[in-house]
């Protein structure tokens, strides 16, 4: 585990969940509440959720797409190997969150509170993560080319190993731990947002 700024590895808490094998579809829900589900290659599209809450929750190689979420709780949860596009979660909070070996686009975490949270071997490239706040969050092994940290709020954010290419927002990242060998990515975005002018020469 990498050493973090609160000093104690970022683990989250593993999903409660009833099922001994997973299911292939949703089970309905007309609240947008979801409690207790494990699914596995299934298919989430095109829902538009108020105040949803998602607990104790197991996705793996599943396909999101069109999901918007607002006031949202996903608490215990784990998303894997699941393509995420075009999916907004404005204004809620992840507790106790894995995701790992996820592709995604047009993901925008905006107005979220992120607190035990993991993202883990994912393409996060051109995720907003506009006023988001970080509590015990871990980003390793990720693309994060043109992501987004602009007004972001760092409590504790360990980023390892991770593409930062291009990313907007570099002062969001204060107090941000991150590798040495991630900062050559960011010099460029550094340099601009310190008004500082580059001469390609």
Known sequence: ??????????????PSLSAQTPAAEMPDCEDGDVRDVWLKDA??????LDRPEW????????DVSGVVATGYVV?????????????TLAKGQLDDVLIEGCATSELSLRFSRLRHVVFRDCDLSGTDFYHTAFEHVTIADCDLQRAQFDAADVKCLSITNCDLSGISGTAGLKR???DASDLAAMATALAFEAGIVINDR
Do not use: I, Q, S
Request: charged residues 35%; contains cysteine.
């Open 1 to 14: 585990m990498p050493v973090t700024p609160c000093g104690r590895p970022h683990r989250t808490a593993e």
């Open 176 to 178: 941000a731990h991150l």
């Open 43 to 48: 298919r989430l599209l095109e829902l538009d």
């Open 75 to 87: 608490r215990r949860a784990e998303v894997l190997r699941t393509r995420v596009r075009g999916v």
């Open 55 to 62: 607990l104790d929750l197991k996705l793996e190689d599943c």
